[in-house]
């Protein structure tokens, strides 16, 4: 008989689950006016019964590369081929691979490749890369590849396409890239195809925003990462300084970022207009989208005819104002945008197939935009920029976000208050409550944590804290930023005061656990009136 093994087991405590409408908490509104929705509880595109998917060329392509000369028979050749333009209602929404050969004059084939515009980048031992760009149709399958190779000063030159002072026809594409998503301000110089002083410095900005290697040239990580489908809201607004991490939004790059504004109302009104022909289920998926931020959060939607908050739109390619890119180009590639309070407008590109992009990621995105919050720097945040098709579940950062820019109400005139606050699983993390004293007080505010507990293990990738966030809506100071959970200095995702005397109506507090999987901490949120 085999022994028992002698091996601590822990044996989890049982939380009593936090209850909206439980006593001394303020009671949850209604997510989502679903109506007569009869579709309201599907989670996946409903194709309708006369959709027939759209003809597209697939075929191999052939790429060869130029021998130069000198350069070894056998040295192996590595080819990263990437789509830069999908035809209308592609199925595929991102092409992205990889090749190696063992030779330049061997090549490489790309079996079974949808038709459309690529850019192929090149890589050999020693040398530089070098970039080209490809139509791909049924009429031409096979290329051959040529350019000048320079070669590699170190390993990591390798992966550099372009430096500073050089010239290529492609720096163009990636000067308007970074100026349409905030990194670079209209440059002075005229030499549009040269890689100046002043775009190395806003590939820099882009590259840190990223966590890529912030060299300021153009590698071929960073160009990857351009052509990605993605979200066409700037990552800094055109209005905020480019070195914006002193900005009370947030930097580029943040866990958490604000649009700058945020909802008086917490129950939006939404208005639908045109929809798309690729689902029948498009505004049951855009509901459920919005029933995901009401569920963590005090908002509350509900459907109108006219005088909205929240409008819906599918933009057709050809249709008066279209404001997309009809499937990407070299300098972007988007599916969708929106504008926070007080427009509230979410537009769809119809030039995609919605039955193949996930409209539940997008929507979800779209509507974090129309609530207040700007670009995510964590990448498996809704509200990151780039579209992997995942972001329809909520992250604990993104909970953070909405809950600090909306938060439950509490009436109490004192003199003295103790509120609840929860930083559990079923919380994502993050538990927020404005104590309204109901007119202008002096007051000593602090939160209290009365419990922690570790699920898993209790580390470094953990953090807790009760802060004072905000008085009459109005910040207060930070006391901790940076780290792998915090942001830039006055980013809304720090820690701010954890005690705060002074005159005010309405305290907001918030309670926060970081990675919530392995951590959850309750605590209380105190006041007590002066005079």
């Given at each position: 008989?085999?022994?028992?093994?002698?091996?601590?087991?822990?044996?989890?405590?049982?939380?009593?689950?936090?209850?909206?409408?439980?006593?001394?908490?303020?009671?949850?509104?209604?997510?989502?006016?679903?109506?007569?929705?009869?579709?309201?509880?599907?989670?996946?595109?409903?194709?309708?019964?006369?959709?027939?998917?759209?003809?597209?060329?697939?075929?191999?392509?052939?790429?060869?590369?130029?021998?130069?000369?000198?350069?070894?028979?056998?040295?192996?050749?590595?080819?990263?081929?990437?789509?830069?333009?999908?035809?209308?209602?592609?199925?595929?929404?991102?092409?992205?691979?990889?090749?190696?050969?063992?030779?330049?004059?061997?090549?490489?084939?790309?079996?079974?490749?949808p038709a459309g515009d690529y850019l192929i980048?090149?890589?050999?031992?020693?040398?530089?890369?070098?970039?080209?760009?490809?139509?791909?149709t049924r009429q031409t399958p096979e290329f051959?590849?040529?350019?000048?190779?320079?070669?590699?000063?170190?390993?990591?030159?390798?992966?550099?396409?372009?430096?500073?002072?050089?010239?290529?026809?492609?720096?163009?594409?990636?000067?308007?890239?970074?100026?349409?998503?905030?990194?670079?301000?209209?440059?002075?110089?005229?030499?549009?195809?040269?890689?100046?002083?002043?775009?190395?410095?806003?590939?820099?900005?882009?590259?840190?925003?990223?966590?890529?290697?912030?060299?300021?040239?153009?590698?071929?990580?960073?160009?990857?990462?351009?052509?990605?489908?993605?979200?066409?809201?700037?990552?800094?607004?055109?209005?905020?300084?480019?070195?914006?991490?002193?900005?009370?939004?947030?930097?580029?790059?943040?866990?958490?970022?604000?649009?700058?504004?945020?909802?008086?109302?917490?129950?939006?009104?939404?208005?639908?207009?045109?929809?798309?022909?690729?689902?029948?289920?498009?505004?049951?998926?855009?509901?459920?989208?919005?029933?995901?931020?009401?569920?963590?959060?005090?908002?509350?939607?509900?459907?109108?005819?006219?005088?909205?908050?929240?409008?819906?739109?599918?933009?057709?390619?050809?249709?008066?104002?279209?404001?997309?890119?009809?499937?990407?180009?070299?300098?972007?590639?988007?599916?969708?945008?929106?504008?926070?309070?007080?427009?509230?407008?979410?537009?769809?590109?119809?030039?995609?197939?919605?039955?193949?992009?996930?409209?539940?990621?997008?929507?979800?995105?779209e509507i974090g935009h129309a609530l207040g919050?700007?670009?995510?720097?964590?990448?498996?945040?809704?509200?990151?920029?780039?579209?992997?098709?995942?972001?329809?579940?909520?992250?604990?950062?993104?909970?953070?976000?909405?809950?600090?820019?909306?938060?439950?109400?509490?009436?109490?005139?004192?003199?003295?208050?103790?509120?609840?606050?929860?930083?559990?699983?079923?919380?994502?993390?993050?538990?927020?409550?404005?104590?309204?004293?109901?007119?202008?007080?002096?007051?000593?505010?602090?939160?209290?944590?009365?419990?922690?507990?570790?699920?898993?293990?209790?580390?470094?990738?953990?953090?807790?804290?009760?802060?004072?966030?905000?008085?009459?809506?109005?910040?207060?100071?930070?006391?901790?930023?940076?780290?792998?959970?915090?942001?830039?200095?006055?980013?809304?995702?720090?820690?701010?005061?954890?005690?705060?005397?002074?005159?005010?109506?309405?305290?907001?507090?918030?309670?926060?656990?970081?990675?919530?999987?392995?951590?959850?901490?309750?605590?209380?949120?105190?006041?007590?009136?002066?005079?």
């Amino acid at each position: 008989m085999a022994e028992e093994s002698s091996e601590y087991k822990m044996q989890r405590p049982t939380h009593k689950p936090v209850s909206a409408n439980a006593e001394g908490r303020v009671a949850k509104t209604p997510g989502v006016d679903y109506r007569q929705d009869e579709l309201s509880q599907t989670k996946e595109p409903i194709r309708p019964a006369t959709w027939k998917p759209k003809q597209t060329f697939v075929g191999n392509l052939t790429l060869r590369v130029k021998q130069p000369e000198g350069l070894r028979a056998q040295n192996p050749v590595r080819v990263t081929l990437i789509r830069a333009h999908r035809p209308r209602k592609a199925e595929q929404v991102h092409v992205q691979r990889t090749e190696m050969a063992e030779s330049p004059e061997k090549g490489v084939v790309f079996e079974e490749l949808p038709a459309g515009d690529y850019l192929i980048i090149c890589q050999l031992r020693r040398y530089r890369p070098f970039v080209s760009f490809v139509r791909f149709t049924r009429q031409t399958p096979e290329f051959e590849i040529g350019s000048p190779l320079h070669p590699a000063r170190s390993l990591d030159e390798e992966k550099v396409l372009l430096r500073e002072g050089e010239r290529h026809p492609f720096v163009e594409d990636t000067r308007r890239f970074l100026a349409r998503f905030g990194y670079l301000r209209p440059a002075r110089d005229s030499q549009k195809d040269t890689l100046s002083e002043q775009v190395s410095m806003a590939l820099r900005r882009f590259q840190k925003t990223y966590d890529l290697d912030a060299t300021g040239t153009l590698t071929v990580e960073t160009l990857a990462l351009m052509l990605q489908p993605r979200c066409a809201v700037p990552d800094i607004m055109h209005d905020e300084p480019l070195e914006s991490s002193a900005g009370p939004v947030g930097a580029a790059g943040d866990p958490i970022v604000f649009m700058g504004n945020r909802w008086d109302n917490m129950s939006l009104r939404y208005r639908l207009f045109d929809g798309t022909s690729d689902i029948s289920n498009e505004w049951s998926l855009i509901r459920a989208a919005m029933d995901r931020w009401a569920q963590v959060s005090p908002l509350a939607f509900s459907e109108v005819s006219s005088d909205s908050d929240l409008e819906f739109d599918f933009r057709r390619p050809g249709e008066a104002g279209y404001p997309f890119d009809e499937g990407g180009n070299k300098d972007g590639n988007v599916l969708a945008h929106a504008w926070g309070p007080s427009n509230g407008t979410v537009e769809f590109d119809d030039h995609e197939d919605w039955g193949s992009t996930s409209l539940p990621a997008v929507s979800t995105h779209e509507i974090g935009h129309a609530l207040g919050l700007a670009h995510s720097g964590v990448e498996d945040a809704t509200m990151y920029p780039w579209y992997d098709g995942g972001q329809a579940t909520l992250h604990e950062v993104d909970v953070r976000g909405i809950k600090s820019l909306y938060t439950p109400v509490y009436r109490h005139n004192g003199p003295f208050v103790a509120y609840p606050l929860f930083a559990f699983n079923s919380e994502m993390g993050t538990d927020s409550v404005t104590i309204d004293l109901g007119a202008v007080r002096h007051f000593l505010a602090w939160g209290t944590i009365t419990m922690i507990d570790s699920l898993i293990d209790l580390d470094r990738d953990n953090m807790c804290f009760i802060d004072v966030y905000e008085v009459d809506g109005n910040r207060t100071n930070w006391r901790v930023s940076g780290g792998d959970h915090l942001g830039s200095a006055n980013s809304p995702g720090n820690a701010y005061e954890g005690t705060y005397v002074g005159y005010g109506r309405r305290i907001t507090f918030r309670i926060t656990a970081g990675h919530v999987s392995d951590l959850e901490a309750s605590g209380h949120a105190m006041v007590l009136v002066l005079s």
